[in-house]
């Protein structure tokens, strides 16, 4: 999972539309799943889609899943599925906001109004670890442990960008242009995740 | 120790001892200062490297410590919401807040990009580049980081951990002043003096912290910046003292490195040989001490039964055998003191048998001249303290050389055995009776006067009386003694045996049986002894005559009675005057022989006047010896016998002095004379100190007042009296009373009126010759018809 992560194109983009399969690899080349792939037209203009609502469970003391992309300004709820309390915080400067000690469905889902990564964090569980990544465009898409994640997009050119929570360096965005046919990217991830805290 | 005690036994074995310990301990002391040192010095390098390791894992712990401690701080929701403000004063508040919470001297906030948000020490510096890069390096990997730095010339332990939210959004780090403290917590545990040095860029070394007392730090200044740039072990030398020295480096940062000095003193490392050394010291000391102690004991346990032994063998050689050697235990001791003894009771039975065969006559048993000499001069020496009489008796046997000639010496042999269980037998045991040699034997009388002595002479003579039996043969063997007592006769022991020789051979040559010494045996020894011989010879040759002097029957004026008077003429010397043989020959003995003599020819002279029908009887003198022995009644009625005298012809006149030696003895013969119808008669009485109670006891039939008092009773009151008292008790007695000394006719009468019965005296008749007083009494017969003529 750690070390660079090689994008390949697959596919032509379509005209009207098409999809985009990326795939994250390590250094090793091994898939990388939990990385976000989005992509943002190259002419800048964003549609005016309406965000859409996302949740965050925790389970068995634990983020579930481990990474969500949301569009910018969506609402999170993060359902408490345990039987016992805990505390979301999180310090990110896209959103600071603790959720103090609660129990099943906090009264009120969290809205991320910046873009960029949130890294969220327990104050009663130390090794919680879960991240939101904010994005401003509607198209994005998480890598499955296949490490492979697919993008439907409208014709059109675009920066193809991707991000890990474990990312050592932001790599630069991979051009695509989409005219009908599918297009395909590999991206190969540098990654460099922190000593795991042990449950407890 | 003075040399004279070096000799004695037990000094010299506590001296072995004392110097074999001495030498084993002062080898051994110098073992242990010797191997001390070097195995000290080999010890404090290993300690060293050991305590150096013990120190990096107390500073590793320690700094574990303090970044778990720091986590925990930057795991604070509080902290971590303050730091997530982006509030410079809000971070900075917070960072010396939460920072206080730990102790911490300073605390530094960095960013991501290792760029210094915040820092306690420095709250104006902002936005440089945070100094200790490596360090949040280190955190990245291990989530927490530390090392010794300095920061403004200070060590710390700086402890850098990131601030979690849940990723690292920061850095913190965290720095604690190393102080005289922790280097004395660090000594407390590693046991080495921790000093903290920090080696500036410049090169300038300082000293921060450290164990060492002040004037140390000073000295460890001043050697300073040399003993710090010698990295590794040596030794360093503080105030005379040497310190082996390790100087590792603990952290380095852009300010420069920080050294700590690790030092182990020499002198503490050889304090456990030192302290070794010292006990082995008091141990010397103190096993000198018991050494001497138990030296002393068991050399006196050696020592002193051997100083008894030696003791006990003194003694044996002053010749006391009666001290006999204690047996204790069964070691060579004990073993020498029971072979001690048993040689004691070997020499103390061989001396015994030595003394027997040198002090003892083999043949009879008694004693021999040597010892009897012996026990005489321990008993003059012990009567010279006590005063009490010896007396010393010299007996020879008459005719032992004849039986000796004529039966043989066996025979010989065989009377001086039963002599000698004779003398025994009588003797009491505390008299000594011994064989001086030949027939010559010596009796050691301890408590014995002369007169007592005399008793027991006359013993043994008579006990020698009796015959021994010779080859079936009955054999008379006479003796003869002679007597010398202590202090009467002399105070040494050997002369008082030479006066008893004197003695003994004047009673043999008086054929008297025994002789009390008498110091004119010695003075005119030869005289006397020419005199005894002489008067042997005149018995023999007849020299000797009797003269008979008449005793008037004053009642009837009738001559009935004579007295036999011995007279002496000497061939050359002429008449010898009894006053000068007679008590001479009484105390040689030879008084017998001169008895006998008178006896024989008196009772001779009766029977034939008997025979003549001259109708007389004769008295005569007979000596206290005579009365000792039966002879003289043998004799009395042997001769009485053999010329037909009747008995009561024959009158013995005995002194009163002469039944006092042994009354018993004397009662028995005068009883026996009696018996054989003998006349008896006291002489001298009145002279004697006789009691009237014993005087009735006396067989006699006449007493004689003795001349002394009638020469003189007319004139004088008091003689008449005697005179008077003494007829009247003879009377009232039952006794005839003779005057003698009557010398005129004043006197006869004067005693006729006194009722005397006799009277004898010059102016009677003076004693005369056979032939004469024959004629006188004739001439006397013839007138006897007058009364009237026997008064003229
Ligand atoms: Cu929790």
């Given at each position: 999972?750690?070390?660079?992560?090689?994008?390949?194109?697959?596919?032509?983009?379509?005209?009207?539309?098409?999809?985009?399969?990326?795939?994250?690899?390590?250094?090793?080349?091994?898939?990388?799943?939990?990385?976000?792939?989005?992509?943002?037209?190259?002419?800048?203009?964003?549609?005016?889609?309406?965000?859409?609502?996302?949740?965050?469970?925790?389970?068995?003391?634990?983020?579930?899943?481990?990474?969500?992309?949301?569009?910018?300004?969506?609402?999170?709820?993060?359902?408490?599925?345990?039987?016992?309390?805990?505390?979301?915080?999180?310090?990110?400067?896209?959103?600071?906001?603790?959720?103090?000690?609660?129990?099943?469905?906090?009264?009120?889902?969290?809205?991320?109004?910046?873009?960029?990564?949130?890294?969220?964090?327990?104050?009663?569980?130390?090794?919680?670890?879960?991240?939101?990544?904010?994005?401003?465009?509607?198209?994005?898409?998480?890598?499955?442990?296949?490490?492979?994640?697919?993008?439907?997009?409208?014709?059109?050119?675009?920066?193809?960008?991707?991000?890990?929570?474990?990312?050592?360096?932001?790599?630069?965005?991979?051009?695509?242009?989409?005219?009908?046919?599918?297009?395909?990217?590999?991206?190969?991830?540098?990654?460099?995740?922190?000593?795991?805290?042990?449950?407890? | 120790?003075?040399?004279?005690?070096?000799?004695?036994?037990?000094?010299?074995?506590?001296?072995?001892?004392?110097?074999?310990?001495?030498?084993?301990?002062?080898?051994?002391?110098?073992?242990?200062?010797?191997?001390?040192?070097?195995?000290?010095?080999?010890?404090?390098?290993?300690?060293?490297?050991?305590?150096?390791?013990?120190?990096?894992?107390?500073?590793?712990?320690?700094?574990?410590?303090?970044?778990?401690?720091?986590?925990?701080?930057?795991?604070?929701?509080?902290?971590?919401?303050?730091?997530?403000?982006?509030?410079?004063?809000?971070?900075?508040?917070?960072?010396?807040?939460?920072?206080?919470?730990?102790?911490?001297?300073?605390?530094?906030?960095?960013?991501?990009?290792?760029?210094?948000?915040?820092?306690?020490?420095?709250?104006?510096?902002?936005?440089?580049?945070?100094?200790?890069?490596?360090?949040?390096?280190?955190?990245?990997?291990?989530?927490?980081?530390?090392?010794?730095?300095?920061?403004?010339?200070?060590?710390?332990?700086?402890?850098?951990?990131?601030?979690?939210?849940?990723?690292?959004?920061?850095?913190?780090?965290?720095?604690?002043?190393?102080?005289?403290?922790?280097?004395?917590?660090?000594?407390?545990?590693?046991?080495?003096?921790?000093?903290?040095?920090?080696?500036?860029?410049?090169?300038?070394?300082?000293?921060?912290?450290?164990?060492?007392?002040?004037?140390?730090?000073?000295?460890?200044?001043?050697?300073?910046?040399?003993?710090?740039?010698?990295?590794?072990?040596?030794?360093?030398?503080?105030?005379?003292?040497?310190?082996?020295?390790?100087?590792?480096?603990?952290?380095?940062?852009?300010?420069?490195?920080?050294?700590?000095?690790?030092?182990?003193?020499?002198?503490?490392?050889?304090?456990?040989?030192?302290?070794?050394?010292?006990?082995?010291?008091?141990?010397?000391?103190?096993?000198?001490?018991?050494?001497?102690?138990?030296?002393?004991?068991?050399?006196?346990?050696?020592?002193?039964?051997?100083?008894?032994?030696?003791?006990?063998?003194?003694?044996?050689?002053?010749?006391?055998?009666?001290?006999?050697?204690?047996?204790?235990?069964?070691?060579?001791?004990?073993?020498?003191?029971?072979?001690?003894?048993?040689?004691?009771?070997?020499?103390?039975?061989?001396?015994?048998?030595?003394?027997r065969l040198?002090y003892e006559d083999t043949l009879t048993a008694l004693p021999n001249r040597?010892m009897f000499?012996?026990?005489?001069?321990?008993?003059?020496?012990?009567?010279?303290?006590?005063?009490?009489?010896?007396?010393?008796m010299m007996l020879d046997l008459d005719r032992f050389k004849v039986i000796n000639d004529s039966l043989g010496h066996a025979a010989g042999d065989q009377v001086l055995r039963e002599v000698a269980h004779r003398l025994r037998e009588l003797l009491r045991d505390?008299d000594t009776v011994a064989r001086l040699g030949g027939d010559e034997f010596a009796v050691l009388l301890?408590?014995?006067?002369?007169?007592?002595v005399a008793i027991v002479a006359q013993r043994i003579l008579r006990t020698l009386e009796a015959p021994i039996m010779l080859e079936g043969q009955p054999v008379d063997i006479g003796a003869s003694i002679g007597v010398?007592?202590?202090?009467?006769?002399?105070?040494?022991?050997?002369?008082?045996?030479?006066?008893a020789d004197?003695a003994m051979y004047v009673a043999k040559r008086a054929n008297s049986g025994y002789a009390?010494?008498?110091?004119?045996?010695?003075?005119?020894?030869?005289?006397?002894?020419?005199?005894?011989?002489?008067?042997r010879?005149?018995v023999e040759?007849?020299?000797?005559?009797?003269?008979?002097?008449?005793?008037?029957?004053?009642?009837?004026?009738?001559?009935?009675?004579?007295?036999?008077?011995?007279?002496?003429?000497?061939?050359?010397?002429?008449?010898?005057?009894?006053?000068?043989?007679?008590?001479?020959?009484?105390?040689t003995g030879y008084i017998k022989r001169?008895t006998r003599w008178?006896v024989e020819?008196?009772v001779?002279?009766?029977?034939?006047?008997?025979?003549?029908?001259?109708?007389?009887?004769?008295?005569?003198?007979?000596?206290?010896r005579d009365l000792m022995s039966n002879e003289l009644v043998d004799l009395v009625a042997a001769l009485l016998q053999k010329h037909?005298?009747?008995?009561?012809?024959?009158?013995?006149?005995?002194?009163?002095?002469?039944?006092?030696?042994d009354?018993a003895r004397a009662?028995e013969t005068?009883g026996r004379l009696?018996a054989l119808?003998?006349?008896?008669?006291?002489?001298?009485?009145?002279?004697?100190?006789?009691?009237?109670?014993?005087?009735?006891?006396?067989?006699?039939?006449?007493?004689?007042?003795?001349?002394?008092?009638?020469?003189?009773?007319?004139?004088?009151?008091?003689?008449?009296?005697?005179?008077?008292?003494?007829?009247?008790?003879?009377?009232?007695?039952?006794?005839?009373?003779?005057?003698?000394?009557?010398?005129?006719?004043?006197?006869?009468?004067?005693?006729?009126?006194?009722?005397?019965?006799?009277?004898?005296?010059?102016?009677?008749?003076?004693?005369?010759?056979?032939?004469?007083?024959?004629?006188?009494?004739?001439?006397?017969?013839?007138?006897?018809?007058?009364?009237?003529?026997?008064?003229?």
């Amino acid at each position: 999972m750690r070390a660079l992560v090689p994008v390949v194109l697959l596919a032509a983009v379509e005209v009207d539309a098409a999809a985009v399969s990326a795939m994250v690899t390590d250094a090793a080349g091994a898939p990388v799943p939990e990385a976000v792939i989005y992509a943002l037209p190259a002419s800048g203009k964003l549609p005016a889609t309406a965000p859409r609502p996302a949740v965050m469970d925790q389970i068995n003391k634990e983020f579930v899943p481990f990474v969500i992309p949301v569009q910018l300004g969506s609402s999170v709820t993060f359902p408490n599925k345990d039987n016992i309390r805990h505390h979301v915080y999180s310090f990110s400067p896209a959103k600071i906001f603790d959720l103090k000690l609660y129990s099943g469905k906090p009264s009120s889902p969290v809205v991320f109004d910046k873009p960029g990564p949130v890294a969220l964090g327990c104050n009663i569980h130390d090794w919680m670890v879960g991240f939101v990544y904010v994005v401003e465009s509607p198209w994005f898409a998480k890598t499955a442990k296949t490490g492979s994640a697919r993008l439907d997009l409208p014709d059109g050119e675009y920066d193809l960008k991707v991000w890990h929570p474990w990312l050592r360096a932001e790599l630069p965005a991979q051009r695509v242009k989409v005219s009908g046919t599918d297009a395909q990217a590999s991206f190969r991830v540098d990654l460099n995740p922190p000593p795991k805290a042990t449950p407890h | 120790m003075s040399l004279p005690k070096l000799r004695s036994l037990q000094a010299r074995i506590a001296l072995f001892f004392v110097i074999l310990l001495i030498t084993v301990q002062a080898v051994l002391v110098l073992l242990v200062s010797v191997s001390g040192e070097r195995i000290a010095k080999d010890r404090i390098a290993q300690d060293l490297l050991v305590g150096e390791r013990v120190f990096r894992r107390l500073i590793e712990q320690s700094n574990r410590q303090l970044a778990d401690a720091a986590r925990i701080l930057a795991a604070d929701f509080g902290f971590r919401t303050a730091i997530a403000t982006r509030d410079y004063g809000t971070i900075v508040s917070v960072l010396a807040n939460h920072g206080a919470r730990i102790d911490a001297n300073v605390v530094m906030l960095a960013d991501l990009d290792r760029k210094l948000l915040a820092d306690t020490l420095h709250p104006e510096q902002r936005a440089t580049e945070f100094p200790f890069p490596d360090l949040i390096a280190l955190a990245e990997r291990d989530r927490q980081a530390s090392s010794i730095v300095l920061i403004d010339g200070k060590p710390y332990q700086v402890v850098v951990v990131p601030v979690l939210a849940p990723v690292p959004i920061a850095w913190v780090a965290m720095g604690f002043v190393i102080d005289d403290r922790v280097a004395h917590d660090l000594r407390a545990v590693a046991a080495l003096h921790v000093t903290f040095l920090s080696e500036r860029r410049n090169g300038r070394w300082t000293l921060h912290a450290s164990t060492l007392p002040g004037p140390l730090r000073a000295a460890l200044i001043e050697s300073g910046s040399a003993a710090g740039s010698k990295v590794g072990l040596g030794f360093v030398k503080l105030a005379g003292e040497e310190y082996e020295t390790l100087a590792p480096v603990l952290g380095s940062g852009p300010e420069g490195n920080v050294v700590a000095l690790l030092q182990r003193s020499l002198r503490e490392s050889l304090e456990p040989f030192e302290r070794l050394r010292s006990i082995l010291l008091v141990m010397t000391l103190f096993s000198i001490g018991m050494t001497i102690a138990g030296s002393v004991l068991i050399a006196r346990s050696v020592s002193r039964p051997v100083n008894r032994l030696a003791t006990i063998a003194r003694s044996i050689r002053d010749g006391d055998y009666s001290q006999k050697a204690a047996v204790e235990g069964q070691d060579e001791i004990g073993e020498l003191a029971a072979s001690f003894n048993h040689m004691l009771d070997g020499i103390s039975a061989r001396e015994e048998e030595i003394l027997r065969l040198a002090y003892e006559d083999t043949l009879t048993a008694l004693p021999n001249r040597a010892m009897f000499l012996d026990r005489l001069q321990q008993a003059v020496l012990t009567a010279r303290r006590t005063n009490d009489p010896v007396s010393v008796m010299m007996l020879d046997l008459d005719r032992f050389k004849v039986i000796n000639d004529s039966l043989g010496h066996a025979a010989g042999d065989q009377v001086l055995r039963e002599v000698a269980h004779r003398l025994r037998e009588l003797l009491r045991d505390s008299d000594t009776v011994a064989r001086l040699g030949g027939d010559e034997f010596a009796v050691l009388l301890p408590t014995g006067t002369s007169d007592g002595v005399a008793i027991v002479a006359q013993r043994i003579l008579r006990t020698l009386e009796a015959p021994i039996m010779l080859e079936g043969q009955p054999v008379d063997i006479g003796a003869s003694i002679g007597v010398a007592s202590f202090p009467e006769h002399d105070d040494e022991g050997d002369s008082l045996l030479r006066h008893a020789d004197v003695a003994m051979y004047v009673a043999k040559r008086a054929n008297s049986g025994y002789a009390i010494y008498d110091p004119r045996y010695e003075e005119g020894r030869q005289t006397q002894l020419s005199l005894l011989s002489e008067l042997r010879r005149a018995v023999e040759n007849d020299e000797l005559s009797l003269f008979y002097q008449p005793k008037i029957d004053l009642k009837t004026g009738m001559i009935r009675r004579a007295e036999a008077l011995v007279r002496w003429i000497h061939p050359t010397r002429g008449f010898v005057p009894p006053v000068e043989f007679i008590p001479f020959a009484e105390q040689t003995g030879y008084i017998k022989r001169v008895t006998r003599w008178v006896v024989e020819r008196a009772v001779q002279q009766a029977g034939e006047w008997h025979r003549d029908r001259l109708d007389i009887a004769i008295s005569v003198n007979v000596s206290t010896r005579d009365l000792m022995s039966n002879e003289l009644v043998d004799l009395v009625a042997a001769l009485l016998q053999k010329h037909a005298v009747p008995a009561e012809q024959l009158c013995l006149e005995i002194t009163e002095s002469s039944f006092m030696e042994d009354p018993a003895r004397a009662l028995e013969t005068l009883g026996r004379l009696h018996a054989l119808g003998v006349r008896l008669s006291v002489d001298d009485f009145g002279t004697g100190y006789s009691s009237l109670a014993y005087l009735k006891k006396l067989p006699v039939e006449e007493i004689k007042i003795d001349r002394s008092f009638v020469m003189h009773m007319v004139e004088d009151e008091d003689d008449a009296i005697i005179v008077r008292s003494t007829i009247e008790l003879g009377h009232n007695m039952g006794l005839e009373v003779v005057a003698e000394g009557v010398e005129d006719h004043s006197g006869m009468e004067f005693l006729k009126r006194l009722g005397c019965d006799q009277v004898q005296g010059y102016y009677i008749s003076k004693p005369l010759p056979t032939p004469q007083f024959v004629e006188w009494l004739k001439a006397r017969r013839a007138v006897e018809q007058k009364p009237e003529a026997a008064s003229a």
